[in-house]
């Protein structure tokens, strides 16, 4: 097959279908961008671009950096609706081959997310993507067509910089300032926009929880190190987000899934001086091996933090225990 020209990525890139209200809706050429800048940052490794936070915090930066247009800045769209071009391809996950087909279904963040695994560029495309040259001469197009009054204001010094303010919030925000945040976000931003503000801080919230303690279970110890990504460990609310709106570090802890779901549901908590306490009100069965039980752990003081800043909330912890814990 004969391959494609850069040429034919430049004029694909400067010709999407767009809606035009408005002096044109500015979303694909935002989210191009936002992927040349992963490609720049080497967050990119194979022809497969994941609906990621820094994916999605970039989109927004961006979007802050060169929109002058009152459009919402919603990313769930132009990521589904590239697929009309010539070189985005939706891979859906598992299952969810019909779905990723439906157009009404695809029209929201969450059913994005859970429906698609990745998007795969041309593989063409692919290859000049991670040319710097090349890459270059697609981002200097796109901005040349559709943000000349703006384009000054672009610049890859500030990469991740949403993702990095999002994360220094989660890491050092008081409770109250956080649910404050959270809360005139929700009030502020569209539904779709709130989804996807979420979205970025909960995904660090999971991953930062379980790095604070070495990707370990506070409560058993379970700690598994992999050549490849994997963990055996949840970052866990200790009061619930729809509840707190918090997803502050102190707000978390890292469990192993099955004292995860048992912290959840009230079968054990944690009491002032950082020692589990097990209900009493469900038995186990002590014919089989005792290495799996839940209550062997009662009394035990779970594995903290070194550093303090990031030690359990303990009003949280008494939260838990007064209105979850059975």
Same mark, same amino acid.
Request: charged share 30%.
């Given at each position: 097959m004969k391959?494609? @020209?850069?040429?034919?990525?430049?004029?694909d890139f400067t010709h999407l279908r767009r809606d035009y209200k408005k002096g044109g809706a500015p979303h694909k050429p935002i989210l191009l961008l936002?992927?040349?800048?992963? *490609?720049?940052?080497?967050n990119i490794k194979e022809n497969k671009v994941f609906i990621t936070p820094e994916l999605v915090g970039e989109f927004k930066r961006i979007w802050s950096d060169l929109v002058e247009t009152d459009h919402h800045c919603i990313f769930a769209l132009p990521f589904y609706h590239l697929r009309s071009s010539s070189f985005w391809y939706l891979?859906?996950?598992?299952?969810f081959e019909g779905i990723v087909n439906s157009k009404i279904a695809m029209k929201s963040f969450s059913n994005l997310n859970d429906a698609v695994e990745y998007v795969y560029l041309d593989e063409d495309l692919y290859d000049f993507m991670q040319n710097k040259i090349d890459r270059n001469k697609l981002l200097n197009a796109i901005l040349?067509?559709?943000?000349?009054? @703006?384009?000054?204001? +672009?610049? &890859?010094?500030?990469?991740?910089?949403? %993702?990095? =303010?999002? $994360? /220094?919030? #989660?890491? &050092?925000? =008081?409770?109250? /300032?956080?649910? #404050? @945040?959270?809360? $005139?976000?929700?009030?502020?931003?569209? $539904? /779709? $926009? !709130? *989804?996807e503000e979420t979205f970025i801080r909960s995904t660090i919230f999971k991953r930062k929880v379980p790095i604070i303690y070495k990707n370990r279970c506070a409560v058993t110890g379970l700690q598994i190190n992999a050549t490849f990504n994997i963990s055996m460990v949840d970052?866990?609310?200790?009061?619930? +987000?729809?509840? =707190? %709106?918090?997803d502050t570090i102190t707000n978390g802890i890292s469990l192993s899934p099955n004292i995860h779901r048992a912290f959840d549901r009230g079968m054990l908590t944690i009491d002032k001086d950082y020692k589990v306490v097990v209900s009493n009100k469900f038995n186990e069965? &002590?014919? =089989?091996?005792?290495? !799996?039980?839940?209550?062997? +752990?009662?009394?035990?003081?779970?594995?903290?933090?070194?550093?303090k800043r990031f030690l359990p909330n303990l009003e949280?912890? /008494?939260w838990h225990r007064q209105n979850i814990f059975k």
């Open positions: 391959k494609k @020209t850069l040429d034919k990525f430049i004029y936002s992927v040349i800048s992963q *490609f720049y940052n080497d891979k859906p996950k598992y299952g040349d067509k559709y943000f000349p009054s @703006t384009k000054h204001h +672009f610049n &890859f010094k500030n990469s991740d910089l949403y %993702y990095k =303010s999002a $994360e /220094e919030k #989660i890491l &050092f925000d =008081s409770p109250d /300032e956080y649910s #404050i @945040t959270l809360k $005139e976000l929700q009030k502020n931003l569209k $539904e /779709e $926009e !709130y *989804f970052a866990c609310h200790i009061k619930p +987000f729809s509840v =707190s %709106y918090d069965n &002590f014919v =089989s091996d005792k290495s !799996y039980s839940i209550k062997q +752990f009662h009394g035990k003081r779970i594995i903290l933090p070194k550093d949280n912890l /008494e």
